[in-house]
């Protein structure tokens, strides 16, 4: 009976025992069900997208601030801004993230801030964002005019342009100013040049930055210059300078930048442009004011065969493209050589200067005129042809003197008296009688032998006195009479490098003797070697090849005057005949 007792109150226990361990499961099911249902209660208030705006009547261009927030941490690239692009322009956005507990609940947001300015007048919509499931409700704004808002947003940007003169001649040039002054944050800022169908237009130099103050306002300045050379007569209009660039605004506690596209076109000039009178004669050249000068190096009205004259001309024209300044030709006599620089052109104060530098090299002895330069121009200001001339120079040649002081003596001059040692042809005289011509031509041949021996020993003597290049400056006295002794002179300074030695025994060297093709090609490599010891670029002469063409000459002279030498002994036939 006790034992049945005892089962039955151990049954009850475990009952009981199940019975509150199943009271304690639904409790904690029922907690967290109610969690559950408060994180989804969260995640569904999370899930609200909200945009505000900072003011809802704005006027054109004026930059306000669009938050758009959501009540979770999401992607910040989550948002999609193209929907703004029809009606406005907008920034980059700022986006900052949050989260927070607040008596045990965690909560997150995701913000977005943009400054935006609207395009048009009128009332505009901002449009809704959708992110996720969910989405902003629209904004409705009324864009006014910036006349009519309560604070004036026009950009702070002048754009001005002046023309020196407005009335031109085909081919005259004039200076076009433009000025732009920036109280504005930019970026990315360009100049646009004005255009104009028949007119040249060049930008001049580099901008010009400097700061100004306007009614208390700083400004940067930045001032353009163009030349503007019309090629087609009449009235043609000038389409303004363009200034284009992009305003920063926003940046004053909006956490984001906008850049703003703004244009500005300055006026359209109306230019007239005059043609070239019929009476004009010469090169047209229309400027306001044209002045030639010279120089000469050494001035002096006298002068050696051989010794350089330097002749700098300065051409300076205002108001003139360079690519329109004029070729200076000058007729130079024959009995010069001349060597002339590149021109080197400069801009100074409106006007484009030329300079050109001439090397001027005497070849005869006598007089020497150094012919004038004359320039024809148009005067624009009193509209009449002018001349503007530069006179030339009478120098009275002398003898060449070289730079080591050696002697040249020109051989024409009658004053230099040539030897004899040169071999002279033996004349004959033809003989009838066979039978004495045996005996007149051993006597002759006789006769030629002993000359012939002379000569040689003479010439032996001559090359032994001609200087070599080492010691051409210490033989003042050795001055040449003969045609050979000219020569050894020209090869020994071809190969001690002495130009102006070169030139001068060259015009003394007799070449008649010598074809043509080879006498142009001695003047090449002369010519050569001038340029390059006297042109602006200089550079080291190679003298081998003039000293081969030489050397070939000295050797067709030998056998030329050997021939010479032995044809009259050998008899024609016709002279046997006889």
């Not at 001055?479 to 490098?497: D, G, I, S, W, Y």
Request: charged share 15%.
């Amino acid at each position: 009976m006790v034992s049945r007792m005892k089962n039955v109150s151990q049954s009850q226990h475990q009952v009981a025992l199940f019975s509150g361990i199943a009271s304690l499961a639904r409790s904690y099911a029922l907690r967290l069900l109610l969690g559950v249902c408060a994180l989804l209660s969260v995640s569904v208030h999370a899930a609200q997208v909200e945009a505000t705006v900072s003011k809802n009547i704005v006027a054109v261009n004026e930059v306000f601030q669009l938050v758009i927030a959501i009540d979770s941490n999401v992607n910040p690239n989550s948002l999609d801004l193209s929907a703004l692009e029809d009606n406005f322009t907008y920034g980059r956005p700022s986006v900052s993230s949050n989260n927070s507990y607040t008596n045990g609940t965690l909560s997150s947001s995701t913000q977005w801030r943009i400054a935006i300015a609207a395009k048009k007048v009128g009332n505009i919509t901002i449009p809704s964002f959708r992110i996720g499931a969910t989405a902003s409700e629209p904004i409705e704004l009324q864009v006014l005019k910036s006349a009519n808002a309560t604070t004036s947003n026009e950009p702070n940007i002048k754009l001005s342009s002046s023309l020196d003169k407005p009335s031109l001649y085909v081919g005259e040039s004039a200076q076009l100013t433009v000025r732009i002054l920036i109280a504005e944050q930019l970026d990315q800022a360009a100049l646009i040049a004005p255009e104009a169908e028949g007119i040249d237009i060049v930008q001049q130099g580099e901008d010009k930055q400097a700061e100004r103050i306007l009614n208390g306002r700083r400004y940067i300045e930045i001032t353009r210059q163009y030349q503007l050379t019309p090629f087609e007569s009449g009235d043609i209009v000038l389409k303004g300078a363009q200034f284009k660039t992009s305003i920063v605004k926003g940046s004053r506690g909006f956490g984001s930048t906008l850049s703003v596209p703004f244009e500005k076109q300055a006026e359209n000039i109306t230019l007239t442009v005059k043609p070239k009178p019929k009476n004009y004669q010469g090169l047209w050249l229309p400027t306001a004011d044209l002045q030639l000068e010279q120089t000469w190096q050494p001035s002096s009205t006298t002068a050696r065969v051989g010794d350089p004259i330097t002749r700098t001309l300065t051409l300076s024209i205002k108001n003139v493209a360079q690519s329109s300044m004029p070729n200076l030709n000058i007729d130079y006599p024959r009995s010069v050589r001349v060597y002339s620089e590149k021109p080197i052109y400069s801009q100074d104060n409106g006007y484009t200067r030329m300079v050109i530098k001439q090397v001027i090299i005497p070849r005869e002895v006598g007089s020497l005129a150094l012919p004038p330069l004359a320039v024809n121009w148009w005067n624009t200001q009193s509209n009449q042809q002018q001349t503007t001339r530069v006179e030339g120079l009478a120098i009275d040649v002398k003898e060449g003197d070289l730079s080591n002081s050696v002697q040249l003596p020109i051989l024409n001059d009658p004053s230099v008296q040539t030897t004899n040692d040169t071999a002279r042809p033996v004349e004959v005289k033809t003989v009838k009688d066979a039978g004495v011509w045996p005996w007149l031509t051993a006597i002759v041949t006789s006769l030629w032998l002993l000359t012939t021996g002379f000569w040689l020993k003479a010439r032996q003597r001559n090359l032994t006195q001609v200087p070599s290049p080492q010691h051409a400056g210490h033989t003042r006295n050795a001055t040449p009479t003969t045609n050979e002794q000219v020569f050894a002179h020209l090869l020994a300074a071809v190969k001690a490098n002495q130009p102006i030695q070169v030139q001068s025994y060259y015009q003394q060297w007799q070449r008649s003797d010598f074809q043509a093709s080879y006498i142009a090609q001695v003047d090449n490599e002369i010519n050569a070697m001038m340029k390059a010891h006297y042109s602006t670029d200089s550079h080291t002469w190679d003298n081998q090849a003039l000293i081969k063409l030489l050397e070939k000459a000295n050797k067709q002279r030998h056998q030329a005057s050997t021939q010479s030498a032995l044809a009259p002994l050998i008899p024609s036939d016709s002279n046997k005949k006889q």
